[in-house]
């Protein structure tokens, strides 16, 4: 609407107009920080649901020392190595 109403460019201006002062820093603020928040949420969320799978050996078997399962075994004496969750 800005280009076609008022034959302005949407570059750097346009943001930093909004955020030149009050009424419109009131929502532009929240809106921009919460659009980066969102695009860096869901970047993490991609990078986690690859990386939980690699290390919960959904791709090749761990084999991990016995002082690891000993380790386990402390918290939760009833811990089965190997058994799989998928």
């Known amino acids: 609407m800005t280009r076609l109403y008022f034959d302005l460019d949407t570059t750097f ?12 820093i ?6 921009y920080f919460l ?8 970047l993490g969320a991609g990078v986690s649901a690859a990386i939980l799978p690699i290390i919960a050996g959904a791709y090749f078997e761990i084999d991990l020392p016995q002082e690891w399962i000993d380790y386990l075994l402390w918290y ?11």
């Open 26 to 31: 009131y929502y532009f603020i929240p809106y």
């Open 35 to 42: 659009g980066v928040f969102a695009v860096v949420a869901h």
């Open 76 to 86: 939760v004496p009833s811990f089965e190595p190997g058994a799989k969750f998928y």
């Open 13 to 24: 201006y346009w943001p930093a107009s909004v955020l030149s002062g009050p009424p419109f």
